[in-house]
């Protein structure tokens, strides 16, 4: 009878404690008896509602192996396999990629759009991932990442690789030069240089010839042209980093984006503590929760006569959101005089990246001075911006 008993009760004491478990179910969760029955209340009740989805066919595209300065594009395909409008925009990207136009796009039920990604290969050799983010009206996906991989080639046809000015003094006209070269066609065609940033596009001069086999760098190469950049007064003083542009009948290298890079120095320089740089006159922010934001100081030095005398505007920056302050002059002597300035992330700053890597290029402070000589200062600012 004892063994009975115990029995008994144990099933009693199974069958509470599963009342008192689908009641603490029950009473977290409103919709657990609906989940709970067998019949047409299981169904979700976000089922019920007519709403938007979002299926990207292959959101990861692998580019394969790129020649430096080389551009690809691809092509996603977003559909819509819901049974309400899909809204889609541009929630941005980790990089200077350009991206088609999705902002205030509509896609109907069962319709379909296309999004081109294009990226320029302007890293070293080596990995690279790059991605872009779109936001849409899905209830279950806010946003989807559009992914592009691949590796750059170390070797190129352009040897160097850049147009490296080292220091330039205010008012001195330098050139450099890089040779583009053909190593399996026969004939070539370089041609239609652009520099990429207009604000000093009329401080560089360009001259491009072609050359004798026998004088150029790579032995191996069967035909080559030599490009001339020289760089003339009036770039800001500063560190500069643009990109010459040029055109060629390379199978796969229609279009070559070369570096030119160097520092114009003067009687004006940036100095800083934290995070400056001065060997390559850049400041490193680094690295930000975009909900927490950051900042970084450096100070602009003026020396000779009339020091005191300079004043500073703030002429551009880029990205626009970086908030940039400009402090009161501080007089160590006649000759001497340091300018506080003060270079805010703020906080709810979205994603980002300007690191000046293959993500993204270092952001950009441009000053406007009175100085007679100098009118303007570049400084180079590196950070990005997490979630």
Known sequence: MRIISAIVLAALIGVLAGGVYAYVEVRNDPDALDKLADGPAAKSKAGDKESAHITVDEPHYDFGTMQRGTSKSHEFVIRNTGNAPLKIRNGGTTCKCTLSKVADESIPPGGSTMVKLEWT??????????TA?????DPTQSQIELLVDGQILAQSNVEPPDF??????????KSAQVYVMAMLQDELTVKDPQISDPTVRDKFDVKIEPVDPKVLPNKSAKRGYRV?????????VGR???WLTLHTDLPDAAKLDIPIVGQVVGDISVTGVTGWNAEESVLTIGSVKSN????????????GPGAADIKFDIKSKDPDVLKVTLGQPKKLKDTLVQVPVTIDVPPGTRPMVH???????????????????????????RFAVER
């Open 355 to 381: 690191l000046d890597t293959a993500q993204g290029e270092a952001a950009r402070i441009v000053f406007s001075t009175s100085h007679p000589k100098i009118k303007e200062l570049s400084l180079a600012v």
């Open 228 to 236: 001339t950049v020289t760089a003339k007064d009036g770039l800001p």
């Open 240 to 242: 500069f980093h643009s």
């Open 292 to 303: 927490e934001g950051g900042q970084g100081k450096v100070f602009l030095v003026v020396r």
């Open 121 to 130: 290969a302007k890293a070293d050799g080596g990995p690279f991932r790059q």
């Open 133 to 137: 983010t779109i936001l849409t009206n």
């Open 164 to 173: 490296l000015f080292d220091k330039l003094s205010v008012g001195e006209t």
